[in-house]
Structure formats: structure tokens, C-alpha cells
């Protein structure tokens, strides 16, 4: 089935729907006066702006998770380690999953230099909107990176129900308060997670023990609030809190009784000034723990019995900006941050671990911006620096007998990023872009992570550069961008799974040259909507190695290629499609012939209605109930129905600033 479809769509428009929503300002803008704050809401188009590729309420309430919605867009790869909740990870343009930056409203989910994030446990109804930001966005700073904004109603009051495959369900609501000034939401959801699929039995060729496997303990619970408070135009607070609780299986095991459960709670604040300078500051914190507990092992033969971490992440950022229009405008910026985690665990032999370590973060950072007096062209250039300061606590006890072993190393993170941009007529608009980054492990990545990461205290500090030329065209109901690319990666940090478990650690693994051709193109009217979007991208690995030089990088799949279209309204009833392709991809970067596994294949179809305050919509994902070849991870779930009821009353736009 899959050889069949990849005859017919891989040579689909790799080019992409294009809306400019100005009402959709970017997460980490300057906040609105009250009166845009009621234009902020739910947003029905994909939007690109500037470069960076916008995802609206309508395509998140529309999917089945994060993993499924990001795994769309071009030149986005993403490995999902199961169904609703499970460990996932993204890369974007070939980069290694470390570099991707997760920011949540305004406040970074990893650590100082970037660190793995998961993705699995965010849910979609606790979101606003998504933001993907490669090299080439205007302002690419610490690029590639996924901005979150948590779900808000600025003057809204609504609530969602569904149900789906696998014991799934979810529930959400969200208020604002009629003056635009105060926004509330929650989110509950709830996966079984118990799906059956076909298994080899580890043995590709031998076929006569491949059997059908259900999952069991591989259920998933998330929850979780956010706060928002604008009291005006030079002020933004909020606050979130998230919980989730899973179990960890895999195919070949019976009964696992391993659980991971976290929680965490972020707080931001940020001020701006109205002076010509326009200062501003912003202060943010973010206190998480979580406890991994497996007193049986039988997760894998190198998990710890149990484990417990907690760990604060505090920041600070004080700035001054010009921004009028012309050849000297700039910002400078200062930022200190702070990150502590203290840890307990207990291994095989029942040897209690207590690593503590403490990161101290200060830099800054200069941007010039210019532009000619017609705004037909421009140029950014920026650099910034980082001094990292690690100090690390390892205690083992065993008995009244402690082994203390202490560490204090120092980084230096820096990196240079700049674009020149056109708009040679109305409509059109191109742009060159370069990076080149140094960037220090992580936080984690050498001090380790609860239940999943083990410590690797001597990493090398990995570099990167980028080179990116695109351009972006809208007329009338079409609208298109296109990007080519190229990366470099030396000393790239790499996770890597331990034994049969999903215990992760890191490694510096063989540098890599990367480069590939991103598009999406739509046309969008008020009775069809229609996109296409693809990738294709090749790398090979440099290494002295001769079994590994030369090769295609493990998990790098050469083409992907996506598109999906609905009619409608009529009646109030919209109905729609999608399809996602992916190529092969080898399970080792020893490219064996035992290693390749095919490429995937995924059709969707939907149905929703909506009229007055009531919608309602009916979806199937998975149509072919296609299975992944490749068991490293867990599979994903096969063909999955789900049914969402929502409810949404809004408010007059009348506010205190209109009389």
C-alpha cells in the first residue's frame, strides 16, 4: 500500500498555504492595548509570517496530538515512543533533537543551551497556538525552536468535550473577562493507550513467530490550568501549572509495572517601557519534579528501582530597543539564569544516589536591524555570548559507607546569526540567511534527568553552522513559500536509548553535513481550502570511521511530502482530508540492509459542524491501519476514531478604553 501511494503523492507541491494574520502577534511580542487583546481569537488559517510558520486554534483542535500535528509541516521530523502522552521528540532542518528549543509562554522548557524537551505530555487543548521557527525567521535567535502559548479566551467563555480510540477522552474549558484584562483555562485528558499491533518478535527475517501484541500498562493522565493577567499595554503576566502520569512498556515485555509521573509550574512577568528607547524587563521561574518508580526493573536491566528529582529554572532579562522604521535600529540585551536539580534514585544492588548540581548562566546580546526609507530591502545582524558555570554534588551511599565525588566545570556558548531581506515588488518577498553557533551540553545532558537520562559529565561542546535562501509570494487566494538549506554539525550531542529500556544517556556522535528544499503552497477561498507541503533533504556522516563515513545519519528519512483539503461551509457542515507521506529511513547509521525500514503512510478524514455557540466534529486518523516497521521505539496506535463537542460564547468588544 505504501509503494502504491508513494507513486502517486511524492511528486506533490512541496509549497505551502500562506495567510497573514496580523491579529496573531508572535508569543514573545510586545503585549497588546485591550482592544487587539479582544482580536486575539481563535484562529482559523495557517499563517506565515516573516518566515516563521504559525499553527491556529482550527489545526490544533483538529488533531490528534502535538507529535501528529508537528509531523505535517515541512522540514519537521518527529519520533513519537507510543500513543497519547508517550515520550516524543522534534528536529527541524536535519538538526539534532538537543538544538530544538521548546519555549512555553515565553519561559524555555530545556535548559540553558537547549537539552532534549518532551513533547508528548503537552496537550493541544491547553494550547493557543504553535509557532516554528527555523534559521532563516526574521529574528532567529536561538533558532531552530517551537514556541507554545497556552490557550486564553480574551473575552470568550467556552469548554470542549472528546472521545477517542484507546480509551482516550479529554475536557477542557476556558473565561475572559469582558474588559480584555484577565484569562483562565484548564485541560483534562486520559488514554488507555492499550492498542493492539503485528510483531516480529525482534526477528525481521523469521516470520513464523510474528504475532499480534497488545500494550499494557502504557496508560497516560494530563492536567493542568493557565492564568493570564494584561492589566495594560505595558504589562503581561501569567501563570501555568501541568501534571501528567504514565507507564512505561514496550512490546516484548509481559506485565511492566514502571511509572513516570512529573509536574511542573511556571510563572512570567514582563514590562515595557513607552520611551523612545523602549525598555523592558522580564523575570520568569519555573519549579518541576518528578518521580520514576520500577521496584521489579522490569522496564530494562539498567533502570533504577525508583527515583525522585526536584529542580528550579529561574531567569532574568533586562533589554533597550529602537525601533523606527530606519537604518539604526537595534536592542541590546542582558540575561542571567539559574538551574538547580537535586536527585535520589536506587539502583540494582540497592546503592542509594544522590547527584545534586547547580548551572549559573550570565551573557547578553546585540541586535541591528536596518532597513531602506521604501522598506524594499533590509538586513539583520546579531550576536550574543554565554558564561556557564556547572558545579555538581555525587553522593552513593550504601549502608553507613558514602562516596562523595565533587565536579566544577565552565562553558562559553556564543553564536553570530545574519539575514538580508527583499521585497522587489508587492506580494514577493526573498531572503538569505547564516549562523554559526557553539553550544555547550546542556544542563542535563551531563547532569543527567530523573527515570529517563543518566549523567555524562565529559561532553564535548557541539557546533553548528546554517546557510538558508528562501522566498515567500501571495496573490489573491494563492499564496506559497519555498526554503533551501544547508547545515553543518560537528560533535553533535546525540541521545541514546540504553539497552532495551527507555533509559536515554548522551554521547558526542560523528559530525554530519545536512541540506534540503522545504516548500507549502495553499489556496484558500471561503468555500475550498486546499495545501501541499514537502521536504526533501539529503546528509551524510564525516567520520573517521570508515564503516560510518560517507553514510546516510540513522532516523534521516530523504523526502516527505503532505497535503490536505476541506469544502465548505454549508449549512454549517465542512467536511476534509489529509495525507502524509514519509520516506525510508535506516535504524543504524551503518546503513545495513537489516536497518532499513520503510517509510510511513498516514490518511486522515473529518467532518464538523458548527452553528451559533454548538460545534461538533467527527474524525478518523490512520484510515489504512498502517503500521510502523521499526520497534527501537514503540509503535504507534492504528487506526483511531474520535468525536469532539465544543461550546463557545463570546462577549461584546466594548471595553473601557472604546468609550
Same mark, same amino acid.
Given at each position: 500500500?505504501?509503494?502504491?501511494?508513494?507513486?502517486?503523492?511524492?511528486?506533490?507541491?512541496?509549497?505551502?498555504?500562506?495567510?497573514?494574520?496580523?491579529?496573531?502577534?508572535?508569543?514573545? /511580542?510586545?503585549?497588546?492595548?485591550?482592544?487587539?487583546?479582544?482580536?486575539?481569537?481563535?484562529?482559523?488559517?495557517?499563517?506565515?509570517?516573516?518566515?516563521?510558520?504559525?499553527?491556529?486554534? %482550527?489545526?490544533?483542535?483538529?488533531?490528534?496530538? #502535538?507529535?501528529?500535528?508537528?509531523?505535517?509541516?515541512?522540514?519537521?521530523?518527529?519520533?513519537?515512543?507510543?500513543?497519547?502522552? /508517550?515520550?516524543?521528540?522534534?528536529?527541524?532542518?536535519?538538526?539534532?533533537?538537543?538544538?530544538?528549543?521548546?519555549?512555553?509562554?515565553?519561559?524555555?522548557?530545556?535548559?540553558?543551551?537547549?537539552?532534549?524537551?518532551?513533547?508528548?505530555?503537552?496537550?493541544?487543548?491547553?494550547?493557543?497556538?504553535?509557532?516554528?521557527?527555523?534559521?532563516?525567521?526574521?529574528?532567529?535567535?536561538?533558532?531552530?525552536?517551537?514556541?507554545?502559548?497556552?490557550?486564553?479566551?480574551?473575552?470568550?467563555?467556552?469548554?470542549?468535550?472528546?472521545?477517542?480510540?484507546?480509551?482516550?477522552?479529554?475536557?477542557?474549558?476556558?473565561?475572559?473577562? %469582558?474588559?480584555?484584562?484577565?484569562?483562565?483555562?484548564?485541560?483534562?485528558?486520559?488514554?488507555?493507550?492499550?492498542?493492539?499491533?503485528?510483531?516480529?518478535?525482534?526477528?525481521?527475517?523469521?516470520?513464523?513467530?510474528?504475532?499480534?501484541?497488545?500494550?499494557?500498562?502504557?496508560?497516560?493522565?494530563?492536567?493542568?490550568?493557565?492564568?493570564?493577567? *494584561?492589566?495594560?499595554?505595558?504589562?503581561?503576566?501569567?501563570?501555568?501549572?501541568?501534571?501528567?502520569?504514565?507507564?512505561?512498556?514496550?512490546?516484548?515485555?509481559?506485565?511492566?509495572?514502571?511509572?513516570?509521573?512529573?509536574?511542573?509550574?511556571?510563572?512570567?512577568?514582563?514590562?515595557?517601557?513607552?520611551?523612545?528607547?523602549?525598555?523592558?524587563?522580564?523575570?520568569?521561574?519555573?519549579?518541576?519534579?518528578?518521580?520514576?518508580?520500577?521496584?521489579?526493573?522490569?522496564?530494562?536491566?539498567?533502570?533504577?528501582?525508583?527515583?525522585?528529582?526536584?529542580?528550579?529554572?529561574?531567569?532574568?532579562?533586562?533589554?533597550?530597543?529602537?525601533?523606527?522604521?530606519?537604518?539604526?535600529?537595534?536592542?541590546?540585551?542582558?540575561?542571567?539564569?539559574?538551574?538547580?536539580?537535586?536527585?535520589?534514585?536506587?539502583?540494582?544492588?540497592?546503592?542509594?544516589?544522590?547527584?545534586?548540581?547547580?548551572?549559573?548562566?550570565?551573557?547578553?546580546?546585540?541586535?541591528?536591524?536596518?532597513?531602506?526609507?521604501?522598506?524594499?530591502?533590509? @538586513?539583520?545582524?546579531?550576536?550574543?555570548?554565554?558564561?556557564?558555570?556547572?558545579?555538581?554534588?555525587?553522593?552513593?551511599? #550504601?549502608?553507613?559507607?558514602?562516596?562523595?565525588?565533587?565536579?566544577?566545570?565552565?562553558?562559553?556558548?556564543? +553564536?553570530?546569526?545574519?539575514? #538580508?531581506?527583499? *521585497?522587489?515588488?508587492?506580494?514577493?518577498?526573498?531572503?538569505?540567511?547564516?549562523?554559526?553557533? %557553539?553550544?555547550?551540553?546542556?544542563?542535563?545532558?551531563?547532569?543527567?534527568?530523573?527515570?529517563?537520562?543518566?549523567?555524562?559529565?565529559?561532553?564535548?561542546?557541539? +557546533?553548528?553552522? /546554517?546557510?538558508?535562501?528562501?522566498?515567500?509570494?501571495?496573490?489573491?487566494?494563492?499564496?506559497?513559500?519555498?526554503?533551501?538549506?544547508?547545515?553543518?554539525?560537528?560533535?553533535?550531542?546525540?541521545?541514546?536509548?540504553?539497552?532495551?529500556?527507555?533509559?536515554?544517556?548522551?554521547?558526542?556522535?560523528?559530525?554530519?553535513?545536512?541540506?534540503?528544499? &522545504?516548500?507549502?503552497?495553499?489556496?484558500?477561498?471561503?468555500?475550498?481550502?486546499?495545501?501541499?507541503?514537502?521536504?526533501?533533504?539529503?546528509?551524510?556522516?564525516?567520520?573517521?570511521?570508515?564503516? #560510518?563515513?560517507?553514510?546516510?545519519?540513522?532516523?534521516?528519512?530523504?523526502?516527505? /511530502?503532505?497535503?490536505?483539503?476541506?469544502?465548505?461551509?454549508?449549512?454549517?457542515?465542512?467536511?476534509?482530508?489529509?495525507?502524509?507521506?514519509?520516506?525510508?529511513?535506516?535504524?543504524?547509521?551503518?546503513?545495513?540492509?537489516?536497518?532499513?525500514?520503510?517509510?510511513?503512510?498516514?490518511?486522515?478524514?473529518?467532518?464538523?459542524?458548527?452553528?451559533?455557540?454548538?460545534?461538533? @466534529?467527527?474524525?478518523?486518523?490512520?484510515?489504512? &491501519? %498502517?503500521?510502523?516497521?521499526?520497534?527501537?521505539?514503540?509503535?504507534?496506535?492504528?487506526?483511531?476514531?474520535?468525536?469532539?463537542?465544543? $461550546?463557545? $460564547?463570546?462577549?461584546?468588544?466594548?471595553?473601557?478604553?472604546?468609550?
Amino acid at each position: 500500500m505504501f509503494r502504491i501511494a508513494t507513486s502517486i503523492f511524492v511528486m506533490a507541491p512541496s509549497l505551502a498555504l500562506a495567510q497573514v494574520d496580523s491579529a496573531n502577534p508572535p508569543v514573545d /511580542s510586545l503585549p497588546a492595548p485591550r482592544e487587539a487583546r479582544l482580536q486575539e481569537r481563535v484562529v482559523a488559517s495557517s499563517v506565515h509570517r516573516n518566515g516563521v510558520r504559525t499553527i491556529g486554534r %482550527e489545526e490544533l483542535a483538529g488533531a490528534a496530538n #502535538l507529535a501528529r500535528l508537528l509531523s505535517r509541516e515541512s522540514g519537521v521530523q518527529i519520533r513519537q515512543a507510543g500513543g497519547l502522552g /508517550s515520550y516524543t521528540t522534534a528536529s527541524l532542518h536535519a538538526s539534532p533533537v538537543q538544538q530544538v528549543e521548546v519555549w512555553m509562554d515565553g519561559v524555555p522548557m530545556g535548559g540553558s543551551t537547549g537539552s532534549v524537551v518532551d513533547l508528548g505530555p503537552v496537550p493541544l487543548d491547553g494550547l493557543e497556538k504553535v509557532e516554528i521557527r527555523q534559521a532563516g525567521s526574521a529574528g532567529a535567535f536561538g533558532a531552530p525552536r517551537i514556541d507554545l502559548q497556552s490557550r486564553s479566551g480574551w473575552a470568550q467563555r467556552g469548554a470542549s468535550l472528546r472521545m477517542a480510540s484507546y480509551g482516550e477522552k479529554g475536557a477542557s474549558g476556558w473565561w475572559g473577562d %469582558e474588559q480584555g484584562i484577565a484569562t483562565v483555562s484548564a485541560w483534562w485528558e486520559a488514554s488507555q493507550n492499550d492498542y493492539p499491533f503485528p510483531w516480529d518478535n525482534g526477528t525481521r527475517y523469521n516470520r513464523s513467530d510474528d504475532h499480534m501484541v497488545r500494550l499494557s500498562n502504557n496508560d497516560y493522565e494530563g492536567r493542568g490550568a493557565a492564568f493570564r493577567w *494584561r492589566p495594560a499595554a505595558s504589562w503581561d503576566v501569567l501563570a501555568r501549572l501541568d501534571d501528567s502520569r504514565r507507564g512505561i512498556s514496550a512490546p516484548g515485555w509481559v506485565d511492566p509495572l514502571a511509572r513516570l509521573d512529573g509536574t511542573s509550574a511556571l510563572g512570567f512577568a514582563r514590562w515595557v517601557g513607552e520611551s523612545e528607547t523602549k525598555p523592558s524587563v522580564e523575570a520568569s521561574a519555573r519549579w518541576f519534579k518528578s518521580s520514576w518508580n520500577d521496584p521489579n526493573r522490569t522496564a530494562g536491566w539498567d533502570v533504577d528501582r525508583a527515583a525522585s528529582e526536584q529542580a528550579w529554572d529561574a531567569k532574568a532579562k533586562a533589554s533597550l530597543a529602537r525601533e523606527r522604521g530606519g537604518w539604526l535600529d537595534g536592542e541590546v540585551t542582558g540575561n542571567v539564569r539559574l538551574e538547580t536539580s537535586e536527585r535520589e534514585s536506587t539502583g540494582s544492588a540497592d546503592v542509594a544516589v544522590t547527584p545534586s548540581g547547580t548551572r549559573a548562566t550570565w551573557g547578553g546580546q546585540m541586535v541591528w536591524n536596518g532597513q531602506s526609507e521604501s522598506a524594499r530591502w533590509g @538586513s539583520q545582524l546579531g550576536a550574543s555570548k554565554d558564561w556557564i558555570l556547572d558545579t555538581r554534588d555525587w553522593t552513593e551511599s #550504601l549502608g553507613d559507607v558514602s562516596q562523595i565525588d565533587e565536579m566544577e566545570t565552565s562553558w562559553e556558548s556564543y +553564536r553570530v546569526h545574519g539575514r #538580508l531581506w527583499g *521585497r522587489p515588488w508587492p506580494g514577493l518577498e526573498g531572503w538569505v540567511a547564516s549562523s554559526y553557533r %557553539e553550544r555547550a551540553p546542556d544542563f542535563r545532558e551531563w547532569m543527567g534527568d530523573n527515570g529517563y537520562t543518566l549523567q555524562t559529565p565529559d561532553l564535548l561542546a557541539e +557546533r553548528s553552522m /546554517s546557510l538558508e535562501l528562501g522566498a515567500k509570494t501571495q496573490r489573491g487566494d494563492w499564496s506559497a513559500n519555498i526554503s533551501g538549506w544547508a547545515q553543518r554539525y560537528m560533535d553533535p550531542i546525540e541521545t541514546f536509548h540504553k539497552g532495551a529500556s527507555p533509559l536515554v544517556a548522551h554521547r558526542n556522535a560523528a559530525g554530519y553535513d545536512a541540506f534540503g528544499l &522545504d516548500g507549502r503552497a495553499g489556496w484558500s477561498t471561503s468555500w475550498i481550502r486546499a495545501t501541499a507541503q514537502g521536504s526533501l533533504q539529503s546528509a551524510r556522516v564525516s567520520d573517521d570511521n570508515p564503516a #560510518l563515513d560517507g553514510k546516510r545519519p540513522q532516523r534521516f528519512p530523504l523526502w516527505k /511530502s503532505g497535503m490536505d483539503a476541506s469544502i465548505g461551509p454549508w449549512r454549517g457542515w465542512r467536511l476534509g482530508g489529509d495525507l502524509s507521506l514519509a520516506g525510508s529511513t535506516y535504524a543504524s547509521a551503518l546503513n545495513r540492509p537489516t536497518d532499513l525500514r520503510e517509510g510511513k503512510l498516514d490518511l486522515g478524514a473529518w467532518l464538523r459542524w458548527k452553528r451559533g455557540v454548538i460545534g461538533a @466534529s467527527a474524525q478518523v486518523d490512520n484510515i489504512l &491501519d %498502517e503500521h510502523a516497521q521499526d520497534w527501537e521505539d514503540l509503535p504507534q496506535p492504528g487506526r483511531r476514531f474520535s468525536i469532539r463537542l465544543d $461550546f463557545e $460564547f463570546s462577549k461584546p468588544t466594548n471595553t473601557r478604553n472604546e468609550r
